[in-house]
């Protein structure tokens, strides 16, 4: 690693299936928004020869952020896969959003890959939600490396920039990440800036200059050894401490010379184990040139340093009734077991499914069954189906190249999967078997939204089912109380999207209302009420009279109701007409539209005719006598309160206890986690958190994340009450 100098681009042209697992690496780009994932990744396939300029396959598109929607964001909004090839290795690089509302990309990527590279801006520095990537990347001991990009940033320090990343990713063992190469300066610029012109292999001890667009290799001067000495014995004892091997340390301690190719194949097995994370610089290739600075680096460590599919804990497989089921993964000759990592629409396609093959091949017109399980609560139906496979290929751009066949451990799109949604398994016909999905972000801000017209409201439907099953962090919902049909999404940004692939990709055009949550209504104190229902208008009258009483009951009690009628005062026979009556009246309210709920009422006397009574007027009755008891009492609204969980770093939580209280919620108790981070329970009204995602996000520089799960209902304060009726009086 760094001791082959390469000066001619690897493998040039198509990618193409791979014919073995070891000859796979699937790597996703992790990093915050603006630190350089894309064109890092656009550099990479410009030097492995698969563009023929930056960011141009040969016909013109662009390798990565190629959808017209992220040209109008300026910005990456969806995961993407850009596959090439390097030494006969194919590699499949996936580049992941960096922007918080989008984690469910990334979160696919992670699903996808076996090894990850954090890209870190020099000029930025590591971000929180970075650092949570990295916690949640350790806790599956996935494979890491870490890039340092903008070294062309005035004041960008490389050796400080290591430091950093060392502190913030090494946690009890910094010496876990340290450089394999120091960036080569050229001449100071004007400004007193010196550009980074080459790198210089630590093991190696070689210069390598891409100062003239390609990567030349020479012997570094005098001038560079004690420096280069003194980082490279770093490198080797870092090396050497997460080495299997307990006697190197002692023998190198001793001043015994380790050689190279021992390093080399430790630093592999260590950075392959998840143990060792190597810092390494890359930079763009200049105008006309054909190398990127480090990206020959880059593809040497991917593809001799990082763990081939072969060496990835495959995800538990069962059966879609539940028994557990044993497979040797990633066997290209076992049942097929593959995954939906990501659903897009084409507008000349259709549905396109980027698929992970976990065990089998997967090949062309073959029929497979599609299970999708346990994303029920987020809008998506449980089933079980079988399609047949239409064209397979690898994604280049706007590009699709066919294939014939995707082994096990590699990645590849399905065109017209019409069932298959992000997160489904794909298995053979006849042995169906499905992999439980990988956890996603509960989507937590409300977008509640209407048909602009008639048009768009025969199309809203199919419109809104399709963009759930491509995207399973939205989550859309039907509100039985308020009427309203709710997006689920992660913040503004992905509502936004969310709106314009409404617009641009189904041809539906929405608007935005104010979200309303699920109130309620209870009677403040006891209270009677009559109902009478006399009409007489010729022929068969209507007669019916009753007299209830109503009382608060505690919070969760419900409607009760209770007959007290002596001496058949009310017909037996109509006593359920009368409870049918009221109960109809309590779901629709009896102050505000809100439903009734927690009291018993109950039936004490009524009139009857022999004629006239009938089970509709006792039915109209007793909506009448509830509404009267309700003119002459004191009518409570009550509002939904949530149980919130919010994990903030320490320096934050002061901020966030305050911001909770001042929405009118109940801190209920502080819990100290690991990476000095607080867990803060408190209830708060749902009315009061409706943006919550978007303002703790901006409140702890987003390195905060909550979840809420419903409570109970509490009456509202007199005062947000009143507010609440003026502003229903106002809208009506």
């Not at 400080?160 to 910094?174: K, L, S, W, Y």
């Not at 072969?310 to 879609?320: D, F, G, I, K, Q």
């Not at 969760?556 to 209770?562: A, D, H, L, M």
Request: net charge negative.
């Amino acid at each position: 690693m760094g001791d082959k100098a390469h000066t001619h681009p690897g493998a040039a042209g198509r990618a193409t299936a791979a014919d073995h697992p070891t000859s796979v690496r699937n790597v996703v780009l992790v990093g915050h928004s603006g630190s350089g994932k894309t064109t890092l990744v656009e550099a990479l396939a410009l030097t492995a020869g698969a563009v023929n300029r930056a960011g141009r396959v040969e016909d013109g598109g662009c390798v990565s952020d190629y959808d017209d929607m992220e040209h109008r964001q300026q910005r990456s909004v969806q995961l993407s896969l850009v596959p090439v090839e390097w030494d006969g290795i194919k590699i499949n690089l996936l580049d992941t959003p960096g922007y918080a509302d989008f984690v469910g990309e990334l979160r696919a990527g992670l699903r996808a890959a076996d090894a990850a590279l954090f890209v870190v801006s020099a000029s930025d520095g590591v971000d929180g939600t970075t650092r949570m990537l990295w916690e949640e990347c350790a806790a599956v001991g996935m494979p890491r490396a870490i890039v340092i990009t903008h070294l062309e940033a005035a004041r960008a320090d490389f050796e400080e920039m290591t430091r950093i990343c060392a502190e913030a990713f090494g946690g009890d063992d910094p010496d876990a990440v340290l450089p394999l190469y120091l960036p080569l300066h050229g001449p100071p610029a004007p400004d007193g800036h010196a550009p980074v012109t080459g790198l210089v292999g630590l093991l190696s001890r070689k210069l390598f200059d891409y100062a003239s667009g390609e990567r030349v290799a020479s012997e570094p001067g005098e001038a560079d050894l004690p420096q280069l000495d003194e980082a490279r014995s770093m490198l080797i004892e870092g090396i050497i401490s997460e080495s299997e091997d307990e006697t190197l340390m002692e023998r190198y301690l001793g001043g015994e010379q380790v050689d190279v190719k021992t390093l080399i194949e430790d630093l592999e097995r260590a950075v392959a184990r998840g143990v060792f994370f190597p810092v390494l610089a890359a930079a763009p290739a200049t105008e006309g040139a054909r190398q990127g600075l480090g990206t020959v680096e880059l593809l040497e460590l991917v593809t001799r340093g990082f763990p081939t599919p072969l060496e990835r804990a495959a995800p538990r497989v069962t059966t879609p009734e539940g028994a557990g089921r044993e497979l040797r993964m990633c066997d290209p000759e076992e049942s097929l077991v593959a995954e939906v990592v990501k659903t897009s629409s084409d507008p000349y396609v259709g549905r396109i499914s980027m698929v992970r093959v976990f065990s089998g091949t997967l090949r062309a017109d073959q029929t497979v069954h599609v299970s999708g399980h346990g994303m029920t609560d987020r809008g998506h139906e449980d089933h079980d189906v079988d399609e047949r496979i239409g064209a397979l290929s690898t994604p280049f751009g706007k590009q699709q190249r066919p294939v014939t066949h995707v082994i096990a451990g590699d990645l590849a799109c399905v065109a017209k999967l019409t069932r298959a949604e992000t997160g489904d398994t794909l298995s053979a016909k006849d042995d169906p078997l499905l992999m439980a999905p990988w956890e996603m972000p509960d989507p937590l801000l409300p977008l509640a939204i209407e048909a602009h017209s008639k048009p768009d409201e025969d199309k809203l439907s199919q419109g809104l089912a399709r963009l759930v099953a491509e995207d399973p962090t939205m989550r859309l919902e039907h509100n039985q109380d308020t009427h309203q049909v709710v997006l689920w999404c992660l913040g503004e940004a992905h509502a936004d999207v969310a709106l314009e692939r409404l617009r641009s990709r189904y041809g539906v055009q929405v608007d935005v209302v104010p979200h309303r949550v699920s109130l309620r209504e209870t009677f403040g104190g006891r209270a009677a009420g009559r109902g009478r229902h006399v009409k007489q208008s010729g022929g068969h009258g209507q007669y019916a009279v009753c007299e209830i009483e109503v009382e608060p009951l505690p919070g969760g009690s419900g409607i009760e109701f209770v007959d007290k009628v002596v001496g058949g005062a009310v017909p037996r026979q109509f006593i359920p007409s009368v409870e049918k009556g009221v109960r109809a009246q309590a779901a629709k309210g009896v102050a505000a539209g809100h439903p009734l709920i927690d009291v018993r009422i109950t039936l004490l006397d009524g009139k009857a005719h022999s004629v006239d009574s009938s089970d509709a007027a006792f039915q109209t009755a007793g909506a009448l006598a509830l509404r009267e008891a309700a003119a002459e009492a004191r009518i409570h609204l009550l509002e939904p309160v949530a149980e919130v969980s919010v994990l903030v770093g320490d320096d934050y939580v002061g901020a966030v206890m305050s911001d909770l209280s001042g929405r009118r919620g109940k801190v209920l108790g502080t819990e100290q986690t690991s990476g000095g981070r607080t867990l803060i329970r408190a209830e708060v009204p749902e009315i009061e958190i409706g943006r919550y995602a978007v303002d703790l996000r901006s409140l702890s520089h987003g390195t905060a994340r909550f979840d809420r799960r419903y409570a109970r209902h509490e009456p509202m304060p007199a005062q947000v009450a009143d507010r609440m009726r003026e502003e229903v009086r106002a809208a009506s």
